[in-house]
């Protein structure tokens, strides 16, 4: 090794091009770069109830161990998952966040030179974690910003080892009814994995919104990923999972690291499932904001992407960029989708109320 001459960087050819994922805007960077205080955050998606009471105390007393390793196994959570979705613990594979399954799937399926499909505007980890195995993305056009799952399926190859789904998809908010999804499954070769993203499914209050979790025993090929970041208000702690046929899961379970979800986060999850009063609060709280900044839209005269998730796309006359700019200088985070190829459009998290009110206030002034 040269101590001297300057490193150039071998790393492969899919990691030298990748465009890391850009993550909202933390509130102490926003504070610290801009001297301002009071700031607030409806860039991530995240619950704004924070998590539930049983969660937190569960967590007090997990503290006590964090001098152990956690349970590789994730017995309680993986029973606690199991029993609340119906299915056999071994269909459950845990994840460092959901994240970590969409990962978990494209370093288990996907090898250099094959072909992973999803849908314009879809979730920006998608394109990462593809070129990251060296395989080409697929990106098909959306239709009216949501999935056209004919021309997805159109866009499956010999070469397609992978398709993502977002439903409901992030940052559009659009979601795809049981009978064109289960069609669009039905269709697929068994060797093609299909990960159904379900980030948000416990917000959609949809009659036709399908649990994709209920195809899972009759697709071997297909994995349904969950999280607890989002209406369980546990981000913090990183947990999701997957829920498949115990054969993927098992196969998913094999390059997972040992240890990747932490002990406090398994203690937290298993009380936040138990926590049916904390998941009813957040989602009329959810239903209620969403009603409050669409109807401030209309008032303002902006279009939005219908959403069913616990976010909105708002249609601007600037650029979203500029308009972000502008609300950070009032003390307010939302997220610019530019790099999502929605440059006139700002996505926002539905917030507590004051925070709903303080939004739209100070977009009605940068306007
Ligand atoms: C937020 C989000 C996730 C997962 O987040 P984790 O915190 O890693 O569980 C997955 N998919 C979509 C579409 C999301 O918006």
């Not at 708002?314 to 500029?322: I, T, Y």
């Given at each position: 090794m040269s101590a001297t001459r300057k490193w150039t960087g071998t790393?492969?050819?899919?990691?030298?091009?990748?465009?890391?994922?850009?993550?909202?805007?933390?509130v102490e960077e926003l504070e610290r770069e801009y001297g301002i205080r009071g700031a607030i955050k409806l860039a991530s998606n995240e619950n704004p109830l924070g998590a539930g009471p049983r969660a937190m105390e569960a967590l007090a007393q997990a503290l006590a161990n964090i001098a152990r390793y956690p349970d590789g196994g994730g017995f309680a959570l993986k029973s606690a998952i199991a029993r609340r979705?119906?299915?056999?613990?071994?269909?459950?594979?845990?994840?460092?966040?959901?994240?970590?399954?969409?990962?978990?799937?494209?370093?288990?399926?996907?090898?250099a030179g094959d072909e992973v499909v999803f849908s314009e505007?879809?979730?920006?980890?998608?394109?990462?974690?593809?070129?990251?195995?060296?395989?080409?993305?697929?990106?098909?056009?959306?239709?009216?910003?949501g999935h056209d799952l004919d021309a997805m399926l159109a866009a499956v190859t010999g070469r397609t080892r992978l398709v993502f789904i977002a439903n409901p998809n992030n940052p559009t908010g659009t979601w795809l009814r049981r009978t064109e999804l289960a069609h669009f499954i039905g269709q697929l070769p068994d060797s093609v994995v299909v990960v159904l993203d379900e980030a948000y499914a416990e917000y959609v209050e949809e009659p036709d919104y399908p649990n994709g979790i209920e195809w899972t025993g009759r697709y071997p090929s297909l994995v349904v990923a969950r999280t607890f970041s989002k209406a369980y208000?546990?981000?913090?702690?990183?947990?999701?999972?997957?829920?498949?046929?115990?054969?993927?899961?098992?196969?998913?379970?094999?390059?997972?690291?040992?240890?990747?979800?932490?002990s406090l986060a398994q203690a937290a999850a298993v009380a936040a499932l138990e926590d049916t009063g904390h998941l009813e609060?957040?989602?009329?709280?959810?239903?209620?904001?969403?009603?409050q900044l669409t109807g401030g839209f209309r008032a303002l005269g902006l279009?939005?992407?219908?959403s069913v998730g616990n976010f909105v796309s708002?249609?601007?006359?600037?650029?979203?960029?500029?308009v972000y700019e502008r609300l950070l200088r009032r003390g307010v985070i939302v997220r610019p989708v530019d790099n999502y190829g929605m440059p006139h459009h700002l996505r926002v998290t539905v917030g507590l109320p004051e925070e709903n009110s303080r939004f739209l206030?100070?977009?009605a002034q940068v306007l």
């Open positions: 790393a492969v050819p899919g990691v030298r091009g990748l465009e890391p994922y850009r993550p909202g805007k933390p979705h119906g299915v056999d613990p071994a269909c459950v594979t845990l994840g460092n966040g959901s994240n970590d399954i969409l990962e978990l799937a494209a370093r288990c399926f996907v090898s505007h879809a979730f920006a980890v998608y394109p990462i974690v593809t070129q990251a195995v060296g395989a080409r993305a697929v990106v098909v056009p959306a239709r009216d910003w208000g546990l981000a913090g702690l990183r947990m999701g999972f997957g829920i498949s046929d115990p054969v993927l899961a098992d196969l998913l379970n094999r390059v997972r690291q040992p240890f990747n979800v932490n609060r957040s989602r009329r709280l959810n239903g209620e904001g969403m009603r279009r939005f992407i219908p708002v249609e601007l006359p600037l650029p979203g960029r500029e206030e100070s977009l």
